[in-house]
T-cell receptor, first 111, second 114 residues
């Protein structure tokens, strides 16, 4: 079983639409990261959130960390084909040096 | 600044064989982590090394092992390969000693076990 549950598993939308990806856990994390992975490449960091309730904006992407530091969401406004990829959330434990990843959400934005 | 380099990129092995994968981290990074990625399980943590010491280990059998050299380069070895070991193996380096900070991933080594 995954420590971090991501939903939905797959998402296919038309260019210009909005989308939200969720990352949930029963565990508390010291920080949470979001990565995007494109075919044939390794994941690339998009953002790190540290404080409960924190909201970070990166152009059309908005990231939120839950108040209890157990969940997070990624919202994309006016999605573009370039947003297509596998979105992964990863939580850092409070006492160790590893990141636990969710299974990912595959986002496809159709032109 | 050169990124994380993994070799080989692709390899095919048969059951029972063993395999060694190599990872060169970003210059100056002393932490190297290894992950196994499969469509069904996502990224599963294998182990993390810092300054030649294994600091953390995931829930994989003893057939999976790794090491880190004094120049921070790392290798992982899988012995007695099984069909289920087919996966993309990703290496990531980090520049933070107190980790985990941002992970910089390589492109991965795709292993197919026949």
């Amino acid at each position: 079983t995954q420590l971090l549950e991501q939903s939905p598993q797959f998402l296919s939308i038309q260019e210009g639409e909005n989308l939200t990806v969720y990352c949930n856990s029963s565990s508390v994390f010291s920080s949470l990261q979001w990565y995007r992975q494109e075919p044939g490449e390794g994941p690339v960091l998009l953002v790190t959130v540290v404080t409960g309730g924190e909201v970070k904006k990166l152009k059309r992407l908005t990231f939120q960390f839950g108040d209890a530091r157990k969940d997070s969401s990624l919202h994309i406004t006016a999605a573009q084909p370039g947003d297509t990829g596998l979105y992964l959330c990863a939580g850092a434990g409070t006492n160790d040096y590893k990141l636990s990843f969710g299974a990912g959400t595959t986002v496809t934005v159709r032109a | 600044k050169a990124g994380v380099t993994q070799t080989p990129r692709y390899l095919i092995k048969t059951r029972g064989q063993q395999v060694t994968l190599s990872c060169s981290p970003i210059s100056g990074h002393r932490s190297v982590s290894w992950y196994q990625q499969t469509p069904g399980q996502g990224l599963q943590f294998l182990f993390e090394y810092f300054s030649e010491t294994q600091r953390n280990k995931g829930n994989f059998p003893g057939r999976f092992s790794g090491r880190q050299f004094s120049n921070s380069r790392s290798e992982m070895n899988v012995s007695t390969l099984e069909l289920g070991d087919s996966a993309l193996y990703l290496c990531a380096s980090s520049g933070l000693a107190g980790g985990p900070g941002e992970l910089f991933f390589g492109e991965g080594s795709r292993l197919t076990v026949l």
